[in-house]
């Protein structure tokens, strides 16, 4: 029966923790039906399937069991919080980012270990600038994270902090609107823009993100007690998205700033219905500040007319404009003109990393951190090296815009063909590139070459596009 009995633990995953309680209960002596289901406050057919997996035997109104208790898992030291918190980087205006504080973090960490089993569980944050993850992992270093994010300093803040401390979190890239990582979460937490477009993009991508109908979706979201209209809208999208209010902690988050709702936000915990859909088209207007806010208007006609003239170049052929996009490989047979002038910063890296071997043309922000001075200028160019040739045209047509041309060129190599590929599975693209590029060696001695090689282990079984800029440098750099 033990065997049995874990396998049915096993299979609840996340949700076990109550009945874990119930072991200890009846390693105590018989129990009454009703007192169990009380006391794990689940339904009655959970608790009669957790008996029979235990073998239970009822004796009149009592039911018992031979089974041993469930030792209690071990309380972490959260100490190291504060100093993780104090080193994360400032939050950003455009991404709505406001930080929260060192007891939401606690708070945060031990809600969860006492809500869910964590040890083997897989927790998602779709966004985390409060830094969720390193503080769930400090409490229960069993638990395995992916933090998700668009923002490139907080990945490799949150990257090189885990490392530091042997937390089990692993960091990808992406911007919500164009795409998600494969992925597959028993948990999901995030802390989406509270616009009703935020909430949406970020509540569709979570669903994505989870394992199966049994994971649930953790947001924290706050509104002004004078505006509850605006309240409503937000709860109109999670019931239009599926979703279920299991729960609302009110005033459970509490933040450095948001004075507007009170510096505090609830937390929603919302469990997925079969009918939970997934996301359509997003626009780019998800926030409330910035290029990207809900209210920002289009470009100026004149940057418009040069970001296409320059992308010609001396060519007849009129470029094609497109949408920034880089979850997907880009096919394209003429020039290619984006306009990025919505760019948060990490879009033209990842736009010239999924790009097709044409002309391309981008036009950003005059002080975009890529343009606006020589060293991003150099690290820009040293990310594309092999794949384009750059230039930057900086004030063009005016102070406020710049427009960046990529050439392709020919270059060949190991390195050269992982940009060409960044959307094949990194450990695959980088054997084969070896192989071509090492006349007799076979598929064996070259994954081991792979494996010598590369930085983390566990990035070979992701795309180099979902990855960090940082980690994606650090894997060009090895391969070259």
Not at 134 to 155: F, G, H, K, N, Q
Not at 370 to 396: C, I, M, N, P
Not at 415 to 425: N, P, S, V
């Amino acid at each position: 029966m033990a065997d049995t009995l874990q396998t049915y633990l096993a299979d609840r995953g996340v949700h076990s923790r109550p009945l874990r309680r119930l072991l200890t209960l009846l390693s105590d002596g018989p129990q009454p039906l009703d007192l169990l289901i009380r006391t794990a406050a689940v339904p009655r057919r959970t608790v009669e399937d957790l008996l029979a997996a235990a073998g239970a035997q009822r004796d009149g109104e009592l039911w018992s069991a031979d089974v041993d208790p469930e030792q209690p898992l071990p309380e972490h030291d959260l100490s190291p919080l504060a100093g993780i918190l104090a080193g994360v980087p400032a939050p950003k205006r455009a991404l709505d980012h406001v930080q929260a504080d060192l007891d939401t973090m606690v708070r945060r960490a031990r809600w969860l270990d006492e809500t869910y089993y964590l040890p083997g569980a897989h927790l998602v944050c779709v966004g985390d600038h409060d830094l969720t993850a390193l503080a769930a992992c400090t409490a229960r270093p069993e638990l395995r994270a992916t933090v998700v994010d668009l923002d490139e300093s907080l990945l490799e803040y949150i990257d090189t902090t885990a490392r530091a401390r042997g937390l089990n979190i692993e960091c990808l890239h992406a911007d919500f609107r164009f795409g998600l990582p494969e992925l597959d979460a028993d948990l999901v937490f995030t802390d989406p823009p509270y616009t009703p477009e935020g909430m949406r993009l970020f509540l569709a991508r979570s669903i994505e993100a989870l394992r199966g109908p049994d994971g649930r979706v953790v947001v924290a979201y706050g509104y002004s007690t004078r505006n509850p209209a605006l309240g409503l809208k937000v709860q109109q999208e999670v019931v239009r998205l599926g979703l279920v209010f299991e729960a609302v902690l009110p005033g459970f988050n509490r933040y450095l700033g948001a004075q507007a709702v009170g510096s505090a936000s609830d937390l929603y915990v919302l469990q997925p219905t079969a009918r939970a859909p997934k996301l359509a088209d997003s626009g780019p207007g998800i926030y409330t500040h910035g290029p990207q806010s809900v209210e920002s208007g289009g470009t100026d006609p004149a940057a418009s007319a040069a970001l296409l003239r320059l992308t010609r170049g001396d060519g007849v052929e009129q470029p094609e404009a497109r949408r920034p996009a880089w979850a997907e490989p880009v096919r394209a047979t003429k020039p290619v003109a984006y306009d990025l002038m919505a760019d948060p910063g990490p879009w033209l890296a990842r736009v010239l990393l999924a790009g097709p071997a044409v002309r391309v043309g981008a036009l950003v922000a005059n002080n975009h951190p890529d343009v606006a001075d020589q060293k991003g200028q150099v690290a820009l160019r040293e990310l594309v090296d092999g794949k384009y040739r750059l230039t930057f045209h900086r004030s063009t047509p005016d102070g406020k815009h710049a427009v960046v041309i990529a050439e392709p060129v020919d270059g060949g190599g190991v390195r050269a063909e992982l940009l060409r590929r960044a959307h094949g599975k990194l450990g695959n693209v980088w054997r084969e590139a070896l192989i071509r590029a090492n006349e007799g060696l076979t598929k064996r001695e070259a994954k081991e070459r792979v494996a010598e090689l590369a930085p983390h282990a566990e990035d070979l079984g992701h795309r180099l596009i979902d990855l960090p800029r940082h980690r994606v440098a650090a894997i060009l750099a090895a391969a070259g």
